[in-house]
């Protein structure tokens, strides 16, 4: 995609002007984080974790998250990229590595959104041999319809049909990211003109 519209940057809801649907409003996403956060304080209870976020798109969702945790917990981030637009390349590239070591600590990543699976499968592929005492994955969205790798994703916020969404954390060419609530990009954003 070579020719790709630039969000108009005209008037101040030039961002909700271009989504479609909000499919999941504020309020909706709070009480499934609450929900999810309950879920994984109970499951680590007695245990320390280490919540391994995956940069950018999931910051927003871990910040939220650990606010509701009541375990002891760290945080690291790895940057990873597949995408390519609304497409994804296939390949996953490694952008940036832990701060620390892995190694022996109960891991839990924190993803914003599986779509076809190929970037938690290597995430998790190369966490796994950097020996951690345990793997777990979180992720706020998940979008079977894509699905080309199985994940066994352990706390889920929701499924999202096959469209591409922004807000919350996630973007759409690094805009979008500050909706409070999550939406469905009107498919002319992306389209070549
Ligand atoms: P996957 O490797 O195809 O599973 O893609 C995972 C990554 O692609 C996610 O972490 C997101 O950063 C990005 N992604 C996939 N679908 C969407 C979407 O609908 N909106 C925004 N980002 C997406
Ligand atoms: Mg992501």
Do not use: W
């Amino acid at each position: 995609m070579s020719s790709l519209r630039t969000p108009c940057l005209c008037g101040k809801n030039f961002m909700q002007n271009d989504i479609s649907e909000i499919i999941f409003t504020e309020s909706q996403i709070q009480k499934r984080v609450k929900e999810l956060a309950h879920e994984i304080s109970d499951d680590y209870k007695g245990k320390q974790v280490t919540m391994v976020s995956v940069l950018k798109g999931a910051t927003i969702f871990l910040a939220d998250l650990m606010k509701n945790l009541s375990i002891p917990l760290s945080i690291d981030f790895m940057a990873v990229s597949s995408y390519k637009n609304t497409e994804s390349s296939g390949i996953v590239r490694m952008i940036m590595d832990l701060r620390e070591s892995p190694e022996n600590k109960n891991l839990l990543i924190i993803e914003d959104i599986i779509d076809t699976g190929l970037t938690m499968h290597y995430l998790c592929e190369n966490l796994k041999t950097r020996r951690p005492k345990s793997l777990k994955i979180c992720s706020l969205l998940y979008k079977p319809a894509r699905k080309i790798k199985e994940i066994k994703i352990d706390y889920l916020g929701f499924e999202v049909p096959d469209k591409f969404v922004v807000g919350y954390g996630m973007d759409y060419n690094e805009i979008y990211r500050n909706l409070p609530y999550i939406g469905i990009l009107k498919p002319d954003v992306y389209r070549r003109k």
